[in-house]
């Protein structure tokens, strides 16, 4: 089973970096938002009933940690047209993503409406900020979505990395993960597939 890999694709053009860039520091961004509290809901209806990314708290070493949120925003469309031609354009929300929250801790979890995720980071959110993988007690390391591993008591995490700058990753994201250690937002292009394109090569392919 693989958690992730490094495909083989060119480095967003500097221009179109200077773009993504420009949206973040938009303060107006709000109104090209894609993931709205009802997203995931009304992506995946049948997972409506399961527990809000809002909702959770993570306990670790004893105390508590609010979740971090990561929303995304529309990219304009010649960026949307550069991952078209280099990467696919077969994929669910693709856009500018936004991660921070009070704690610092985007809490171990599988994703809503997407098994495999692409990222592309322009900022990590801070030096020791880093992406690692759990399996939790009494159940497989690859599960369904929107899953969340709340008490780290009953974790074992199997992998940890930081994600380069620059380069395109995809992610197993069917495999509980977190992102610690954040002290100011993780910018990012994001978006999801549920089957991976079979042309692509990978420079790297990390397994368990």
């Known amino acids: 089973m693989w958690l992730y890999k490094f495909i083989n694709a060119p480095e967003l053009p500097e221009e179109l970096e200077h773009k993504v860039m420009a949206l973040y520091n938009d303060?107006?961004?709000?109104?090209?938002?894609?993931n709205s509290n009802s997203y995931a809901?009304?992506?995946?209806?049948?997972?409506?009933g399961r527990l809000h990314p809002k909702d959770v708290v993570a306990i670790k070493d004893g105390k508590?940690?609010?979740?971090?949120r990561g929303f995304r925003y529309t990219l304009d469309q010649d960026v949307y047209d550069w991952i078209h031609q280099h990467l696919t354009d077969q994929y669910t929300d693709c856009g500018l993503s936004v991660i921070h929250g009070?704690?610092?801790?985007?809490?171990?979890h599988t994703d809503?409406?997407?098994s495999f995720a692409i990222l592309?980071?322009?900022?990590?959110?801070g030096p020791d900020v880093r992406t690692a993988f759990y399996q939790e007690d009494g159940h497989p390391v690859e599960r369904?979505?929107?899953?969340?591993?709340?008490d780290y008591a009953n974790l074992r995490e199997v992998h940890a990395v930081q994600i380069p700058l620059r380069t395109w990753v995809i992610m197993n994201t069917n495999v509980l993960h977190s992102v610690e250690n954040l002290i100011s937002d993780r910018v990012q292009i994001q978006f999801g597939l549920n089957e991976v394109p079979a042309?692509?090569?990978?420079?790297?392919?990390?397994?368990l």
């Not at 303060?27 to 894609?34: A, M, N, Q, V």
């Not at 979505?145 to 709340?150: A, D, K, N, P, S």
């Open 120 to 125: 592309y980071t322009f900022d990590t959110g």
């Open 144 to 150: 369904e979505l929107r899953v969340f591993g709340t």
């Open 102 to 108: 009070p704690d610092g801790l985007l809490a171990p």
């Open 41 to 48: 809901d009304a992506m995946k209806p049948d997972l409506a």
């Open 64 to 68: 508590s940690y609010r979740n971090s």
């Open 199 to 207: 042309e692509w090569t990978y420079n790297q392919e990390i397994n």
């Open 112 to 114: 809503q409406t997407r």
């Open 27 to 34: 303060p107006s961004k709000e109104t090209r938002r894609i």
